[in-house]
């Protein structure tokens, strides 16, 4: 079996922390980099219940997307949740790596991962990184519809194929609008308006969108938005990640065993939806 430094090799080859945001926090957290590494689990949080997942699967190594400390601590207690995956991971001999915005931007990076899950034809980035010669690398992607779909019928997809969560899909829009281009950004996208309406797309699928933005966007351009749960737009990738790095071992001769949570943790467990036409 391949050593934890082997293989936080081969992850950061598939995304280098030099290109990560300057304010975000990845890389390697915990591990000690000559322990073994047999089993791989991918996650899109490093909350307590991913934790003991990977203990009960008997992981030598959890990969998230999310930071575990974003804005840095003071202390590891286990008095604290944060704290506590630190000692759980410690004690049972489990390291944790993170790759976050170095994976938002990647080539495939997480909006490739979105894109394929709604069956879309990757064109070009959104936000082009301008230090990729091959101009594949940046943040969000603009898209192709195979045929096109109402605005209904793509709502109704994304649905269908992304993770079901409490939330669902949220649309705004005519529903019975035409979609031929879409632009999609995994995790929070209502920062990238500028670049989706410069891109001329029919539709815009992200996550998180604030009330603002998103009425904003909608008074400036016809453009339809749907926002589904920021946990079911970045879950794709961790599928893909998992491909990564099965490419790796086998080409290595790794005989690594990658694994995929299917725990939903995003933080909203159920939904009640308002009957239209109800008086304020």
């Known amino acids: 079996m391949p ?13 280098p922390a030099e290109r990560a945001e300057s304010w975000d926090a990845v890389g390697t957290v915990v591990g000690d980099p000559e322990q073994e590494v047999g089993r791989v689990l991918f996650a899109v949080d490093p909350v307590q219940e991913i934790v003991e997942e990977a203990v009960k699967l008997g992981a030598d ?3 998230t ?6 804005r840095g601590t003071t202390t590891v207690a286990a008095s604290t949740f944060k704290g506590r995956v630190v000692h759980t991971l410690i004690k049972n001999d489990i390291a944790l790596h993170v790759a976050h915005t170095n994976a938002d931007t990647a080539d495939p990076g997480v909006s490739d991962a979105l894109a394929g899950a709604l069956g879309l034809r990757v064109v070009r980035p959104l936000v082009p990184d301008t230090t990729d010669p091959a101009g594949r690398r940046g943040l969000g992607r603009v898209c192709e519809l195979d045929h096109p779909l109402t605005v209904r019928e793509f709502a109704a ?4 194929r992304l993770p079901a969560t409490a939330q669902g899909i949220r649309v705004a829009g005519d529903p019975e609008a ?3 281009t879409v632009a999609v ?10 670049y989706v309406r410069a891109a001329g797309v029919d539709a815009f699928v992200t996550a998180d969108l604030r009330h603002h933005p998103a009425s904003e966007a909608r008074a400036e351009h016809p453009l339809a938005l749907v926002d589904a749960a920021h946990w079911a ?6 599928e893909q990640a998992a491909a990564q790095l099965d490419a790796v071992s086998e080409r290595e001769g790794w005989g690594l065993r990658t694994h995929v949570s299917a725990t939903v ?3 909203w467990t159920s939904h009640s939806a308002s009957p239209f036409g109800a008086p304020n």
Not at 186 to 192: I, P, R
Request: with cysteine; glycine share 6%; charged share 20%.
């Open 3 to 15: 050593r934890l430094s082997e293989v936080i090799a081969a992850l950061e080859s598939l995304w």
């Open 61 to 63: 190594l959890l990969v």
């Open 65 to 70: 997307h999310h930071p575990l400390y974003l």
């Open 157 to 160: 997809r994304a649905a269908e």
């Open 178 to 180: 035409v979609v031929r």
């Open 185 to 194: 950004s995994g995790g929070s996208g209502d920062s990238l308006f500028a």
């Open 233 to 238: 737009t970045e879950r794709p990738w961790c």
């Open 265 to 267: 943790t995003d933080p």
